[in-house]
C-alpha cells in the first residue's frame, strides 16, 4: 500500500480543508479527487452531472481512482462525498473518514465566511430532506469502508490534525 491518506466524508464535512492543514502539518502533498475530475475533463462536475449524468461520473471517478493508485504517493487526497464507492479504495491509500452528524456538518457551513459559495456549490443541499437521506445512507458505508475513523464535530482544525496524526502514528 502507498503512503497516502485518502480522506473520506460527506460533502461539506471538511475534508478540503482538513487536507490542507494537516499538509501544511507533516509536508505532504494534497490531491483533490473533484479537481483531477474538473481538470481531466475541463468542465465543472456540475456540468458533467447536468450533461452526462451520474453513471458517466462515477465512470470518471473510478479512472481517477484508478489512477490515483498507480501514479500518486506520499500525498493527502481528499475525495468528493461518492468517491467511497470506487473499487479498490485501499490500493490508493489510508483511509480516514471525517465523521459528523448531518446538523454539524450544516452549522459547519452556515458558520464559514463564504456559507452562501459553501452551499451553492453543493446542489443537494437545496432539497435538505433529500441531502438528509443520503447522509444516513452514506453514513454506515463510509464507517464500513474506513481504516481510521476520526470525529470532527465541534472539533477545530488543530485537534483534528492532531488525532489524524496520533492515529497514524499509532497505525
Not at 481528499?78 to 483511509?95: A, E, M, P, Q
Not at 456549490?121 to 453514513?139: M, T
Amino acid at each position: 500500500m502507498s503512503k497516502n491518506l485518502v480522506l473520506i466524508g460527506f460533502m461539506g464535512v471538511g475534508k478540503g480543508t482538513v487536507a490542507r492543514a494537516l499538509s501544511k502539518r507533516n509536508g505532504m502533498f494534497t490531491l483533490d479527487s473533484d479537481d483531477l475530475i474538473v481538470s481531466m475533463e475541463n468542465r465543472k462536475i456540475k456540468t458533467i452531472f447536468e450533461k452526462e449524468g451520474e453513471d458517466y461520473f462515477r465512470a470518471v471517478e473510478r479512472k481517477t481512482a484508478k489512477w490515483l493508485s498507480q501514479n500518486v504517493t506520499n500525498s493527502i487526497i481528499s475525495t468528493g462525498g461518492g468517491f467511497f464507492k470506487v473499487d479498490k479504495l485501499n490500493d490508493i491509500g489510508k483511509i480516514i473518514y471525517l465523521k459528523s452528524s448531518f446538523e454539524g456538518i450544516i452549522e459547519r457551513l452556515k458558520a464559514q465566511p463564504n456559507a452562501a459559495q459553501k452551499f451553492a456549490k453543493r446542489p443537494l443541499f437545496k432539497d435538505i430532506d433529500k441531502a438528509e437521506a443520503l447522509f444516513n445512507e452514506r453514513a454506515i458505508q463510509y464507517e464500513k469502508k474506513a481504516d481510521i475513523v476520526i470525529s470532527v464535530e465541534k472539533q477545530d482544525i488543530d485537534k483534528i490534525i492532531d488525532n489524524i496524526l496520533e492515529e497514524i502514528k499509532n497505525d
